[in-house]
DNA sequence: GCTTGATACTATGATTATCATAGTTACGAT
DNA sequence: ATCGTAACTATGATAATCATAGTATCAAGC
């Protein structure tokens, strides 16, 4: 295909986290990374993608300061892939996108748990179950839950953009 | 290129969510849909993709019941696009993207605001800000805060790949 | 009644991303 | 000296995406 969009330069906050989370490989190379297999045959087998679009998207994903690599051994000498704390904090994206799935994406067959995959918070012990809530009242965050309000910067963007 | 490597059919919530929502368009669309663009030349022109790709995605997300179309005029028949409440909760992952990206990836100039968009609780008026909490005891989330328990059917399934 | 305009798409050809498969490099171990 | 392991790179086929243009349906104005 020619050259895709580039989105990057939007004041649009999700239109830049969707030009490179807006990418298959991307969503499963991280989840290898936040499920700590750091060596790229790891990445390899527990994406099922091609090593050369593994090692296309860590190229990347490095530039992007959200991977770092760090040789985990001299002779030979090889290197491991780990998340910087850029990369660290995609961790809500990913949980996330598991809540929505435990809801409404099944599995094949399903199912043994109720969960595929089960998230117990560390300090407390509480299972965190599959709902985000707001800070201040702990009330369910959802759709129709908050009001945006946009910057007037992005506001004129989008105006713009549904001008004929 | 080649059919894609099939995601769906894994154990892995996460990897059934990326098969979909791993796809630039089908973020920026939804966005839109967000921002109540039902109309097809509005979404069109708010993500700047082309028609075709558009009309393939919206097909798509109808198959999988994230979309509805309905119609908004009789004649000319003309139908718009709403999401569905499978839709609607899809709601979580994109304020989380935004989230991100409010706090790693800069707009081109910045900025007039503190955020590009602000979100604040329709219930109890609060900026619900750029983190998630535990439903319990209301500490933030994130990397390393919280276990993950794998089904028995999913750690067999990894535990499979990983094999050589 | 003929043209213009609006809306919602579909069609075409060029270009590029991704895939499966195979090959490469560097070393250790047998 | 060959085999094995780890981390990639190279190649050619195929499919997805893009820009651009075109189609279909009706309303409204001249």
Redesign the pocket.
């Known amino acids: 295909?020619?050259?895709?969009?580039k989105l990057s330069d939007t004041f649009c906050p999700l239109g830049r986290t969707a030009e490179f989370l807006g990418?298959r490989?991307v969503i499963l190379i991280l989840r290898e990374l936040f499920f700590k297999s750091a060596?790229?045959?790891?990445i390899t087998r527990g994406t099922g993608?091609?090593?050369?679009?593994v090692?296309?998207r860590l190229k990347m994903l490095e530039q992007h300061d959200v991977v770092e690599r760090r040789p985990y051994q001299q002779?030979?000498?090889?290197?491991?892939y780990h998340l910087t704390p850029k990369g660290q904090d995609l961790f809500d994206i990913l949980y996330v996108m598991r809540n929505w799935a435990e809801k409404w994406a099944y599995a094949p067959q399903e199912v043994e748990a109720d969960y595929a995959v089960q998230y117990l918070h560390r300090g407390c012990g509480a299972d965190v179950g599959t709902e985000i809530h707001c800070p201040q009242c702990g009330e369910r965050l959802g759709f129709g839950t908050v009001k945006a309000v946009l910057s007037p910067a992005l506001a004129r963007e989008r105006l713009a953009k549904q001008a004929v």
């Open positions: 295909m020619p050259a895709r969009t990418d490989a060596r790229f045959d790891a993608l091609g090593p050369q679009l090692s296309a002779r030979p000498l090889r290197y491991a």
